[in-house]
């Protein structure tokens, strides 16, 4: 159950894309198609904001998007907005009601 | 509207016990798996704990094997974790979340608590 990898910190313009990576392993990046992504403002809770790797929940805007190749996915915010600034966590289903989520990355819009 | 509210934290000596609680509104309970899921203070989020509508197969992150139970009342539409032999890296802010189902499996926590915070201190 070690952590899933993410950048410490990303950062981009606003009108830019970004992208943040998440790294597991074979057991849960790698095994499932269940990635999950989640956006948390300081002192909220985090906010749900993609799921199996590449879907959107109602509300989220299309800026936001998922992939995942191997072990890794990544989140790509398109468009940044000053409101995106914010940590984002990845996490993945590791099987037998198990899950593991990302150390977190802090973006930071310009 | 979905509501998750926490409760039951405190300030605790190492080796103590706490019981949290969540009470949950909005959604049919018993239709859902749930979850723990903590963010120790300035970190970021662990899961903990997660058991399945019925309460069958609860399931624990290493860190917390042994000492947490988790469990749920689908009469109150509560989520519990009975929490004990605590240690100083329990301290957290503790979120319960709703398990959601996509095609295929259920994988992703789709809402969330706002916490409620244990700290654990002589």
């Known amino acids: 159950q070690s952590a899933l990898t993410q950048p410490p910190s990303a950062s981009g313009s606003p009108g830019q894309s970004v992208t943040i990576s998440c790294t597991g392993t074979?057991?849960?990046?790698?095994?499932?198609?269940?990635v999950s992504w989640y956006q948390q403002h300081p002192g909220k809770a985090p906010k749900f904001m993609l799921y199996e790797v590449t879907k959107r929940p109602s509300g989220v805007p299309d800026r936001f998007s998922g992939s995942k190749s191997g072990n890794t996915a990544s989140l790509t915010v398109s468009g940044l907005q000053a409101e995106d600034e914010a940590d984002y966590y990845c996490?993945?289903?590791?099987?037998?009601?198990?899950?593991?989520f990302g150390g977190g990355t802090k973006l930071t819009v310009l | 509207e979905v509501q998750l509210v926490e409760s039951g934290g405190g300030v605790v000596r190492p080796g103590g016990s706490l019981r949290l609680s969540c009470v949950t509104s909005?959604?049919?309970?018993?239709?859902?798996?749930m979850s723990w899921v903590r963010q120790a203070p300035g970190k970021g989020l662990e899961w903990v704990s997660g058991i399945n509508w019925d309460g069958g197969s609860p399931t624990y992150a290493d860190s917390v094997k042994g000492r947490f139970t988790i469990s749920r009342d689908n009469a109150k539409n509560s989520l519990y974790l009975q929490m004990n032999t605590l240690r100083a890296e329990d301290t957290a802010l503790y979120h319960c979340?709703?398990?959601?189902?996509?095609?295929?499996?259920?994988?992703?926590?789709?809402?969330w608590g706002q916490g409620t915070l244990v700290t654990v201190s002589s």
């Open positions: 979340a709703r398990v959601g189902c996509g095609s295929g499996s259920c994988s992703y926590f789709d809402h």
């Open positions: 074979s057991s849960d990046v790698g095994a499932y198609k269940y």
């Open positions: 996490s993945s289903y590791a099987g037998f009601n198990n899950w593991v």
């Open positions: 909005g959604f049919t309970f018993d239709d859902y798996g």
